[in-house]
């Protein structure tokens, strides 16, 4: 009889033992992230213990605004055998991440998790959101979400006007409504005159008709140097050249934009400052700011 109590008691105490370590488990140790966009999100959800790897972009201090951050992490170029070799319990792609590296991890029955990349701050809210469940610390979402909330709130111009504004790219794009560059400028005050023009393929505004019709404040998301190729040709020709000699004009930086992250809170603050004291409102247009002698 003592036998079988002890029996029965051995059972329960490893079955306990057995449930516990799988729901230690169940949070993810070992995790990759395959998307320069997701490697900067989760580097700031959870410790770097537990990234097992990021992206081969991670550390690309013109295109991620946590690059500093990312520094040291192993890096792939997001094939399966590197991936597999990691062991990961979890992995993080976009939604056009690594298309075949993502249908034969979950082939293999690797815990994958695609999520969206957002255009917008609510969509950048969810994202984060998605990824902090998955990687056990919803807590830490919340968190940055507030200090987000709370920076926005610092950051928006309380000027009531509301000048024109495009924020122009390589190839001649504009970003009309419904992109991350459309939620920026209108969070700090401005009209994105991209809006109302009906833009050509991929959102191309041609040079000819931003010079024939200019908004109050010209932002530049990528510098003129930024490209080499005949792609940013448009940044560097002439006419444009002597439109922001004319137009007020502000250089946004690429990591601050290129992905829905708390940092375009920093973008949002910039472009507000430009509106508060970059530059003087006369009659709802933005004119430039007078010069101080020191």
Not at 123 to 144: C, H, N, S
Not at 188 to 214: M, S
Not at 221 to 229: E, G, I, L, Q
Not at 236 to 243: D, E, T
Request: charged share 20%; glycine share 6%.
């Amino acid at each position: 009889m003592r036998g079988g109590m002890a029996l029965l008691a051995f059972a329960t105490l490893a079955a306990f033992v057995a449930a516990r370590g799988q729901a230690v488990a169940e949070v993810p140790q070992r995790i990759v992230s395959l998307n320069m966009c997701t490697d900067q999100l989760l580097v700031d959800l959870v410790d770097r213990e537990r990234i097992a790897a990021v992206s081969f972009l991670a550390t690309d201090r013109t295109l991620s605004a946590n690059a500093a951050k990312l520094q040291g992490l192993k890096r792939v170029r997001g094939t399966a055998e590197e991936v597999l070799a990691l062991k990961p319990d979890l992995v993080i792609a976009g939604e056009f991440t690594t298309g075949p590296t993502v249908d034969l991890l979950k082939r293999l029955g690797v815990n994958v998790l695609v999520v969206p990349l957002a255009s917008d701050f609510e969509g950048m809210k969810d994202t984060l959101r998605t990824i902090a469940r998955a990687a056990g610390v919803p807590e830490r979402a919340e968190e940055l979400i507030a200090e987000f909330d709370e920076r926005l709130s610092e950051a928006r111009s309380v000027v009531a006007a509301r000048p024109s504004a495009i924020a122009y790219q390589v190839n001649s794009l504009a970003s009309g409504s419904g992109t991350l560059l459309d939620a920026v400028l209108e969070a700090a005050g401005f009209h994105n005159i991209a809006r109302d023009i009906k833009l050509g393929p991929a959102g191309r505004l041609p040079l000819e008709e931003l010079v024939a019709a200019p908004p109050d404040l010209i932002v530049l998301a990528n510098a003129p140097d930024d490209f080499k190729t005949v792609l940013a040709d448009n940044l560097r020709h002439p006419a444009f050249s002597r439109l922001l000699e004319k137009r007020p004009h502000v250089h946004l930086p690429m990591p601050l934009w290129m992905c829905a992250t708390p940092r375009i809170a920093d973008a949002v603050a910039l472009l507000a400052s430009m509106k508060r004291t970059g530059v003087a409102m006369t009659h709802g247009t933005v004119v430039p700011a007078p010069r101080t002698t020191p």
